[in-house]
Structures are given as C-alpha cells and as structure tokens.
C-alpha cells in the first residue's frame, strides 16, 4: 500500500510541473485580415503556420478573414480550406450572388448550423468584427450563430445585404478595424502572428493630418501593425478583392504559401520558445 501510494505521489509530482508549465505558457492569437477573395492567400499562409507546429489558442477575423478564421476554429485545416477556394462553386457564390443570402446557406452547411453561448466553446476560441451602421461603432461578435457572425462581418457595403441583428444593421469589419490585432490583444494575447491581405497600407499616412479625421480606421490600422509580433503580408499587387477567377485564386494560394515560408524560421523560433 505504502509503494502504491509513493508511486501516485511520484507521478503525481512529475505531472503537476508540466502542466503548470503548458497553463503559464504565452497565449498565441492568429489575426486573419479582410482582401475578399485575396482571403485565399490566408490558406497558403496557414499551411506553414501548422507545418511550424505553432499552438493557436484563438483566432480573430474580419471580413473574409472571418469567414477563414470561423471555419479554422470549427476544425477546418488549411487542406479543406484550401480545396474550398479552388471550387468553383465557392467563387460563384461570392462573385455571384452579390445581393442575396445564399452565402449563409453555404456557411450554414460548412458549421452545420452551429448555434452556442461563446464562441469561446469552439474548439479554439474565436471572435470576428462587423460595424453597425447605426451606431456607426464596431461590433465583436463573440457568440450566436457562427455563420451569420461571419456572413455580417464580411457584409461589405453596397455590395452585400447588411445583416440585422437585434438593434443592429451589421456590415463588413474592415470599415472600421480590417486588421483586428486589438481585439485578439484584449481576449488576452500575449503573442499575435498576422496576416494582412493589403496592398495599399497608406505608409505616409500622418495621425495628425486630415486624412486621420476622415479615416479613423487608418489611424487603428497603423496602430494594429505595430502591435504585431509576427507581421505576415503576402505581395498581392495587382489582385483584387472580386477575383474569385480559379487561376487568380490559385495563384494567391501560392503567394501565400511563399509569405508563409518566408516566415517558417520565425515561426519554428516561436515554436521553441513556447515548449
């Protein structure tokens, strides 16, 4: 009796650490910006963050970065998501169907109407942005139904049906915030990788000129970079947000997966760190 109850308390001591260890351990965020259908890029980006073995502990999205974000903490991997670019389908859904709500019978589908209390119950906790036209103030979506959070967050205006939602009129996040580093930053991140899909990052942007008064979001996307640990921004010049085009969109799947690479020695760095 006396050598089992040494061997549980042996054990018991030797796990005890380890798990201290993995509970103290940085929380990694994984912040997936708006681009539309440069939204493909994200996938080839995903395919080195996994292939570093970097623990993603939340994701945060905004428009199209939302929809990839949403499906990756529902337990899509990058293959899956990769696949459902390059479908034809899927294209003609975004670049077709501009006025309709087809889209969140698609996502319906792909979440298999998932509905909870906290998107924190996924199996890794998410958060996407919208903007209620309204209030004129961002929104995180943080629980509900997870196609309809996605589908309002990537609403982009004049170009997709606003989503209602309680008092609210929801469209695309990127109005406000398309690089949501902050809000990752505030469900607790210590470590943030990014994945930014502009092109024109507005580098001579001045936060006490006019310009800032007129677009707020610019002064929050500047900030939003700076706060980056680990900045990934695939070169995607010359492709558009509407280039749903099978060969477009496997070419920026391969732009993506070259800005991964690119940042594989960074990202393994990390891997280490957080052991």
Request: with cysteine; net charge neutral.
């Given at each position: 009796m006396k050598r089992i109850l040494f061997l549980f308390l042996f054990v018991l001591t030797a796990i005890l650490p380890l798990n201290a260890q993995n509970e103290s351990r940085p929380k990694v965020a994984l912040v997936l910006g708006g681009g539309g259908a440069k939204g493909a890029a994200s996938v080839g980006v995903l395919k080195y963050i996994e292939k570093s073995g970097v623990p993603i502990d939340m994701v945060v999205g905004t428009s199209i970065g939302s929809i990839v974000g949403g499906l990756y903490c529902l337990g899509y991997n990058s293959g899956q998501l990769d696949s459902m670019f390059r479908s034809q389908e899927w294209g003609e859904l975004f670049a077709g169907s501009l006025m309709g709500d087809s889209i969140v019978h698609s996502l319906?589908?792909?979440?298999?109407?998932?509905?909870?209390?906290?998107?924190?119950?996924?199996?890794?906790?998410?958060?996407?942005?919208?903007?209620?036209?309204?209030?004129?103030?961002?929104?995180?979506?943080?629980?509900?139904?997870?196609?309809?959070?996605?589908?309002?967050?990537?609403?982009?205006?004049?170009?997709?049906?606003?989503?209602?939602?309680?008092?609210?009129?929801?469209?695309?996040?990127?109005?406000?915030?398309?690089?949501?580093?902050?809000?990752?930053?505030?469900?607790?991140?210590?470590?943030?990788?990014?994945?930014?899909?502009?092109?024109?990052?507005?580098?001579?942007?001045?936060?006490?000129?006019?310009?800032?008064?007129?677009?707020?979001?610019?002064?929050?996307?500047?900030?939003?970079?700076e706060d980056v640990d680990i900045y990934i921004n695939p070169n995607l010049r010359g492709y558009g947000s509407q280039d749903f085009m099978p060969e477009k969109i496997a070419k920026m799947i391969s732009l993506g997966e070259k800005a991964g690479k690119s940042h594989l020695k960074k990202l393994k760095k990390l891997k280490k760190r957080l052991r």
């Open positions: 319906r589908q792909m979440t298999g109407e998932c509905s909870m209390g906290s998107f924190d119950d996924l199996p890794i906790p998410f958060r996407c942005v919208a903007v209620d036209t309204k209030s004129l103030r961002e929104v995180v979506l943080s629980r509900g139904d997870l196609a309809q959070a996605m589908r309002a967050s990537m609403a982009i205006p004049l170009v997709f049906k606003p989503v209602k939602m309680g008092d609210m009129l929801l469209v695309d996040g990127g109005v406000l915030n398309n690089l949501p580093v902050d809000v990752a930053k505030n469900m607790g991140a210590d470590i943030v990788i990014a994945v930014d899909l502009t092109v024109n990052k507005h580098e001579d942007f001045n936060p006490s000129s006019l310009l800032s008064l007129l677009r707020p979001d610019l002064r929050k996307y500047r900030q939003n970079c």
